[in-house]
């Protein structure tokens, strides 16, 4: 609704009309969209309650009974190479803007809370008022993060009938039980400001379908009338309550199950009698009227300035071979050959675009019948293209994981062959991670492809399930000079619930290819993917152990990789954060700007880190000191923060058990610490005279152990959750601490009374040495831990020593970003997530 003199300034698009500027059809990945102030971009009115939706890489939000009523309008992160485009457009997204954001035409406010107002661009991240943005320049340049972004224009995927959510890797339970939105409950369909009550005195509801499939799965919409109402004005409701722009006269209503048809000068008026039915009103089939003759918009298939579509009339004997050289005509093309031609048939649902290339027999009229008979919503959201008869090159990449780790080539390919049974002339392995147990797949058929993808999920080798992901390839010849991508890794797992937000967050600021949900398929995906690119970033969202874990996987794969040490960042998202802690990130995310987050992370600083690898030989060691022969294998583990042998593993091990016991408890940062606390007062008498079970060797001399219950090796100055262990008091013995030394600090604490004065700041623990080459000799079972993982150690030796190059960090610049800050004071550079206020 507007005010008659706001007319002239009113730009806002009908949902009935958003088809129709669709410039590629790309479909959205819906999720549930939580609890938080929205506007639906079909219905206009507010979400609210847990059945609203959002896309997971775009800015849409829409009720669960209005998602059908959606298009296919998300953002084009990719080429495919069924459909051309040319230059790079801003890509507009109505509404749902930050309160305080500000128009890039006009410097006015253009945001709002209370109404759905303002454009914004999903790329750049500018916002203009609905009157304003068509004088924005069309081509975007993605703004602030562009240095970061992978361009679509990079990134090549041919998905086919892979959903978007395979495409994205998004996990099936964010998906969970919307892959079929289009079959909601009948009762959903009801008014958002109406229940399926008594009709209002003097009105009656009507049940009316759009067709055939609505039919079949009673997915009906609710048309409230008065009960003397002219057929006309009921077509006419009916077409609003389904968002079709057509005219009335062009559609007629059928009774459902029965042989009645309502004219145009009928009169609806059942007050009584028989058909009276107590379900909540009549059902009726909205029909649209036959025609001998229509207009057909056509596309073309390739980018051209100028109109997006020409039309072409179209009469009973038509066929998709007889349109063509008119179309070509239209298109300025009439020289070439028509029959290099073909009409695609692309539908632009909402959640999947399916594209059906037409023969040259098929009669175009029937066909146009033969959709509308099925659905009116479907016609409105399809459309035709004219498109070049070439085969293109297929290739589909899939990363196969969970496979036996270090077999040969030759024996993964066996190994794909008997489990997949996949056709040696259709498939060919890429790359192999022998130390990962991983394969990508190179694969030259969809249908191929489809089923290995679908067959491996449900695959065991070794009684270990497969994982398969669709992974895109990047053309890294194409990035702008000055561009360094960023590779995001997050646990949705870590830091309750905002790790999922991140991740939510992180794919609509940047390119959804570039950030990966760790906990489905691991940090080698990401990895693989960004293999070939000379240059990048890594940013990890998670807790130490997540770092760790990255680091590990990035130890192992470095030689396949063009970038050998990309520098990594890190948003802390656990309960310690020591590693962040030193990199200035902070002690734990609390809701900062993911798009600040973003910005910190291009303006940080490379540092150089340590890293240490740990032989763990298990033997038995005799009173003498003798060895008596193999407990276990050795064990090889690598050490990023610290090592600790006693009390402190032992603590660590205590909370480790009770979250695994019970791991919904552990998702705030203050109930794990809680937890330590308790399980510290526990063991508050212990005693165990490390001294006398250990001997510690230093750079292959002999150190004497003081009376101690606990020992650690820091390779950085932070523990248990940012206590300084070391001390900061100058020492002529030892020199200061850093992460880049060469040295690990040898540390002892006396009991559970002394870890916590050090947690407090009243006491440092006791010094003992510093090296880079540690060997320690344990007599008896042990608890050890390292970074956070704890487990008992059998008796045996110990070697710790430094572990191949040092790895490359971000610090956090303690500079403003006095770059960025222009863009936030106008509302430019804050992201969707921003608008919330606090967290």
């Known amino acids: 609704m507007c005010h008659e003199k706001c007319l002239k300034t009113l730009r806002s698009v009908c949902s009935c009309m958003s088809p129709a500027l669709i410039r590629v059809p790309v479909a959205h990945c819906f999720g549930p969209a939580g609890h938080k102030k929205r506007f639906c971009c079909v219905c206009r009115k507010q979400t609210e309650g847990s059945s609203a939706l959002r896309c997971e890489v775009c800015e849409l939000h829409v009720h669960a009974d209005c998602a059908a009523f959606s298009c296919a309008d998300c953002r084009t992160s990719h080429l495919d190479v069924t459909l051309e485009q040319d230059t790079f457009h801003h890509h507009w997204r109505e509404g749902n803007l930050a309160s305080a954001a500000r128009c890039e035409v006009c410097r006015r406010s253009c945001g709002s809370s209370d109404v759905m107002a303002g454009m914004r661009c999903e790329w750049c991240g500018i916002t203009s008022h609905a009157a304003c943005y068509l004088s924005v320049p069309p081509e975007c340049t ?15 995927l041919d998905s086919r009938n892979f959903s978007k959510m395979h495409c994205y890797r998004i ?10 939105f289009d079959d909601v409950d009948s009762s959903s369909a009801v008014p958002k400001d109406g229940q399926l009550a008594a009709p209002e005195s003097g009105k009656q509801s009507l049940k009316v379908f759009d067709g055939d499939d609505a039919v079949k799965r009673g997915f009906f919409r609710l048309v409230s009338i008065l009960r003397a109402t002219r057929n006309e004005e009921v077509v006419e409701a009916a077409l609003r309550a389904f968002y079709l722009p057509d005219e009335p006269q062009d559609y007629e209503l059928h009774e459902v199950g029965g042989t009645q048809r309502l004219h145009s000068d009928d009169i609806l008026n059942r ?7 107590k379900d909540g009103g009549d059902a009726w089939l909205l029909r649209a009227k036959p025609r001998d003759a229509e207009v057909i918009k056509v596309y073309a298939g390739w980018p051209r300035s100028g109109p997006a579509f020409v039309s072409v009339s179209v009469s009973k004997s038509s066929t998709a071979a007889s349109v063509l050289p008119e179309v070509l005509s239209q298109l300025d093309r009439q020289d070439e050959d028509a029959s290099t031609f073909s009409l695609m048939e692309v539908s632009m649902s909402s959640k999947q675009v399916q594209r059906q290339t037409l023969t040259p027999q098929e009669n175009i009229v029937d066909k146009l019948q033969e959709i509308r008979k099925a659905s009116l919503r479907q016609m409105n959201q399809t459309r035709f293209y004219i498109v070049e008869n070439k085969k293109p090159e297929v290739q589909v990449n899939l990363l196969i994981g969970g496979l036996p780790p270090l077999l040969t080539k030759e024996e993964y390919g066996q190994l794909i062959q008997e489990h997949l049974t996949a056709k040696s002339h259709l498939v060919a392995i890429s790359h192999f991670y022998a130390s990962q147990g991983a394969v ?16 491996a999920k449900d695959t065991a080798v070794n009684n270990k399930t497969l994982t398969s992901l669709v992974v895109p390839e990047i053309e890294h010849h194409r990035l702008g000079g000055g561009v360094c991508p960023l590779l995001v890794f997050v646990n949705p797992k870590s830091g309750g619930l905002k790790g999922r937000e991140l ?9 959804p290819h570039q950030v990966f949900d760790i906990s489905n398929g691991g940090p080698l995906a990401g990895l693989h993917t960004f293999r070939e690119i000379p240059r990048f970033r890594v940013l990890v969202c998670g807790g130490d152990g997540t770092v760790g874990w990255v680091l590990g996987v990035l130890e192992a794969v470095r030689h396949k990789l063009v970038c050998r040490e990309p520098p990594i960042g890190i948003v802390p998202l656990g309960t310690g954060n020591d590693l962040a802690r030193i990199l200035r990130w902070g002690a734990g995310y609390s809701g900062e700007d993911p798009h600040h987050i973003l910005v910190s992370v291009d303006e940080a600083d490379e540092v150089l880190m340590d890293r240490w690898t740990i032989l763990l030989d298990a033997q038995d060691i005799s009173e003498d000191g003798k060895d008596n022969g193999f407990l276990e294998p050795p064990k090889i583990v690598q050490m990023n923060n610290y090592f ?3 009390i402190d593993a032992e603590l660590s091990l205590d909370f480790h058990q009770a979250r695994e016991d019970d791991p919904d408890k552990f998702t705030s940062r203050f109930h794990n610490k809680g937890v330590y606390v308790k399980v510290g007062l526990q063991k508050i008498s212990y005693t165990r005279s490390l001294h006398k079970e250990l001997q510690l060797q230093v750079d292959a001399q002999n150190v004497p152990l003081p009376n101690i219950e606990g020992l650690i090796f820091l390779n950085i100055p932070s523990w248990g959750s940012g206590a300084d262990l070391w001390g900061s008091e100058a020492d002529g013995r030892h020199g200061r601490p850093s992460i880049d030394d060469g040295l690990l600090e040898v540390v002892g604490v006396t009991g559970v009374v002394h870890m916590g004065q050090v947690q407090s700041g009243m006491r440092s623990g006791i010094r003992i040495a510093q090296g880079n080459y540690i060997r320690l000799t344990v007599s008896k079972p042990i608890p050890v831990q390292v970074d956070g993982e704890p487990w008992i150690q059998p008796p045996g030796h110990i070697i710790i020593s430094a572990a191949g190059p040092k790895v490359r960090m971000l610090r956090k610049s303690k500079q403003k970003q006095k770059k960025s800050s222009a863009g936030v004071k106008d509302g430019r550079s804050e992201s969707p997530s921003s608008r919330d206020g606090g967290h």
């Open 142 to 156: 993605l703004g602030r993060l562009r240095c970061m972004l992978l361009h679509p224009a990079c990134v090549r």
């Open 503 to 511: 991740l939510y967050s992180f794919r609509k600021l940047l390119n």
């Open 171 to 180: 996990t099936e339970s964010c998906s969970h039980d919307l892959d079929n």
């Open 644 to 646: 600790g042998l006693g």
């Open 440 to 455: 990508a797949l190179r694969i030259s058929c969809f249908s191929e492809a489809e089923r290995i993808y679908m067959l």
């Open 271 to 277: 007050n009584s009698g028989p058909d009276n039915r």
